[in-house]
């Protein structure tokens, strides 16, 4: 009796053993987001950079310290109509990062002021494939149109 059911264990074994080889996973989503959000005659583009990924002439620049797990947020706002226009300041502009878990942290953002106008910058700190949501709320007229954009996105440090 014993012998029957090794041999049985030992056939169900190979049998769960059986079939195909699940290879390697799909690879991951190819990250297209446009970088803009319009609302009424307002545009807003956005970016999230790794800082490590910038230039070091263009990061010390800005005074960012590069870091492998640090990225850059960058935002601007211009008319959504033309090319070449000059860039709007923002009245009220709020970003947040919002973690896998539903935590919230609030942005600081830091102005710059540029040739061709503001540009709003922040540093985010990045997890090894844990996706990460930033909000953005702006507004650039009183009584305006606000603009919102979400975006999640996903960082390979390794």
């Known amino acids: 009796m014993l012998l029957r059911t090794q041999i049985f264990a030992l056939s169900c074994l190979t049998i769960c053993g059986c079939g195909d080889h699940p290879g390697s996973p799909p690879p991951a989503r190819e990250f297209a987001d446009p970088g803009f959000v319009t609302a009424g005659d307002v545009r807003l583009y956005y970016a999230l950079t790794l800082t490590s990924d910038l230039p070091p002439a263009i990061a010390g620049s800005y005074d960012i310290v590069q870091r492998p797990n640090l990225a850059l947020l ?73 603009i919102n954009a979400r975006w999640t996105r996903e960082f390979y440090l390794e």
């Open 74 to 146: 960058t935002i601007t706002i211009a008319p959504a109509a033309g090319a070449g226009t000059e860039r709007l300041t923002a009245i009220e502009l709020q970003a947040e990062a919002v973690t896998l878990i539903g935590e919230r942290q609030a942005l600081s953002l830091r102005l710059v002021n540029e040739p061709g106008g503001p540009t709003y910058l922040a540093t985010v700190t990045v997890r090894h494939r844990e996706p990460i949501t930033i909000e953005i709320r702006a507004r650039t007229i009183s009584g305006g149109p606000e």
